[in-house]
């Protein structure tokens, strides 16, 4: 760099420089699109760890947001973590291109304060971007991820059209597994439907167990229409006993496990 100093009449001065080091650019590690977004492989329960730099570097150089990308292999909950920050930064996690690239969550805390996404996740690839809040800030991102296992497998029907056979009742008890309800919000089964059959007169009893949350259990007839009702509050366990007659409709009675809002 070239310094002139000019004057048209005589005068003694003193000229006095110096210059503080401002360090060499930050290296960009990471992508500055989602299609150039830095991989981080498949995530599981040891923390992914990236450092890098996003905005403006003392008007020298500006990277306005990092793009990451990571494979789930299972249903998993997600934990995300931008920490390290001089100045403000927002995470942001979005869908891949194929399913929308819709961003899904946001955090956006104010300032310095570490930025943290926890969110489940199905089996795929998802993409996560830091965006600068103006000027330029270190920082430290994290990625982990804990598996929730497999979405049970629906065993019943979910309409009447639809219950699953338990054939004809009798002494010997006839036992279904499944699950109901909201799967960590990766999916959702509101009701099992089940039909059985009496080939004679009887008193019906029907047990909901095993439960860990609220749900309620109903008897209807074959015509659809309600003849009994369990709902014990909390996770107790749910009874019904009735008595079935020949002559009721067609021989069959219909239960539904319906879970609670």
Do not use: C
Not at 54 to 67: I, P
């Amino acid at each position: 760099m070239l310094m002139k100093i000019l004057s048209r009449t005589g005068t003694n001065y003193k000229i006095e420089t110096s210059a503080i080091a401002l360090g060499l650019i930050p290296v960009d590690n990471a992508g500055n699109t989602i299609d150039k977004a830095k991989n981080l492989g498949t995530l599981g329960s040891t923390v992914t760890v990236a450092n890098d730099f996003v905005g403006n570097f003392n008007g020298l150089a500006t990277d306005d947001t990092d793009y990451y990308q990571f494979t789930l292999t299972e249903n998993s909950t997600v934990n995300l973590k931008l920490s390290g920050l001089s100045q403000d930064a927002t995470l942001y996690l979005h869908q891949a291109e194929s399913l929308g690239g819709a961003v899904i969550q946001i955090s956006a805390n104010t300032g310095s304060a570490d930025e943290n996404i926890t969110r489940n996740l199905r089996p795929g690839t998802w993409f996560v971007f830091v965006l600068h809040g103006g000027e330029g800030t270190n920082y430290k991102f994290e990625a982990s991820a804990i598996s929730l296992g497999a979405i049970p497998v629906d065993n019943a029907g979910d309409s009447f059209e639809q219950a699953k056979d338990l054939g004809v009742l009798s002494a010997t008890p006839i036992i279904a597994n499944d699950f109901l309800g909201d799967f960590n919000g990766l999916t959702r089964d509101d009701s099992d439907y089940y039909q059985f059959t009496l080939a004679e007169n009887s008193t019906v009893n029907l047990k909901l167990s095993g439960l860990s949350q609220n749900v309620n259990i109903q008897l209807f007839d074959a015509q659809g229409l309600g003849v009994q009702y369990s709902a014990t509050a909390g996770n107790a366990d749910e009874l019904i006993s009735s008595i079935g007659t020949m002559d009721r409709s067609i021989q069959q009675l219909r239960g539904t496990s319906l879970a609670s809002r």
